[in-house]
Each structure stands twice: as structure tokens, then as C-alpha cells.
């Protein structure tokens, strides 16, 4: 799990204040027309979209990063195979082309010349 350095608590403190005024200042507005500004300040507080972002952030920071899985095309093939350029799988090199010379990937099905072939 990821500490929180102080200028990030700094910065979440900074934000929720600049939030709390804001819903301060809607519910003060709203006491001007004749309306109930804590009612207005809760509606402001709850049903805005700022808390989930706050929320999210949060659980985001608690939860640990997780590393993507390399894909199996990216990975080294042993000697004497090739890779198919459609689907990334292993073509082996004892596979014999068709009769027009072209080779067929066996999973993909794909035609394959032989300058494709890696």
C-alpha cells in the first residue's frame, strides 16, 4: 500500500475546504432568495459529484497497483520457431508451406508468406 506524503494530505485538506466553502457559499445564496440554506448545503455536501471522486481517489490509493501480465506474443520463442503476424502464436519451423507456398497460421487461420514470418 502507497503512504501519503504530507504534501498530498495538504492537497486533499486544501481541496475539501475549497469544497465546504463552495457549499457554504450555494447555501448562503439560496438563504438570499428566502430558501433553507442547510437544507441547500446538504443538497450541495451530498448529491454533487465531487464526494464519489473523493471516494474513489481514496480507495484507488488503498488498493495495491497491479502489474499487467505480459502477453504471450511479446514473449521469446525458443530456436526454431517463427510467430505468426496475425495472432502472435508459434508457427514451428518443421511446418510445411501449401502447395502454393503459403503458410497457414493453425490457429488463426490465416495465410502467411514466407517473408511475413518472423
Known amino acids: 500500500?502507497?503512504?501519503?506524503?504530507?504534501?498530498?494530505?495538504?492537497?486533499?485538506?486544501a481541496a475539501a475546504v475549497l469544497y465546504l466553502l463552495t457549499c457554504l457559499r450555494v447555501a448562503m445564496s439560496f438563504r438570499r432568495i428566502g430558501r433553507s440554506p442547510i437544507l441547500w448545503f446538504l443538497?450541495?455536501?451530498?448529491f454533487t459529484a465531487i464526494p464519489p471522486a473523493i471516494y474513489m481517489s481514496y480507495l484507488r490509493l488503498r488498493?495495491?497497483?497491479?502489474?499487467?501480465?505480459?502477453?504471450?506474443?511479446v514473449k521469446?520463442?525458443?530456436?526454431?520457431?517463427?510467430?505468426?503476424?496475425h495472432c502472435g502464436k508459434i508457427i514451428p519451423r518443421d511446418?510445411?508451406?501449401?502447395?502454393?507456398?503459403?503458410?497457414?497460421c493453425?490457429?488463426?487461420?490465416?495465410?502467411?508468406?514466407?517473408?511475413?514470418?518472423?
Not at 511446418?95 to 497457414?104: K, L
Open 43 to 46: 443538497i450541495t455536501l451530498f
Open 95 to 104: 511446418r510445411a508451406p501449401g502447395p502454393d507456398g503459403i503458410f497457414t
Open 76 to 85: 521469446a520463442g525458443p530456436a526454431g520457431v517463427r510467430r505468426c503476424p
Open 63 to 73: 488498493t495495491p497497483a497491479r502489474r499487467p501480465r505480459p502477453a504471450e506474443r
Open 1 to 13: 500500500m502507497a503512504e501519503m506524503t504530507n504534501l498530498q494530505w495538504v492537497l486533499i485538506v
Open 106 to 118: 493453425p490457429d488463426c487461420k490465416q495465410a502467411i508468406h514466407e517473408d511475413q514470418l518472423a
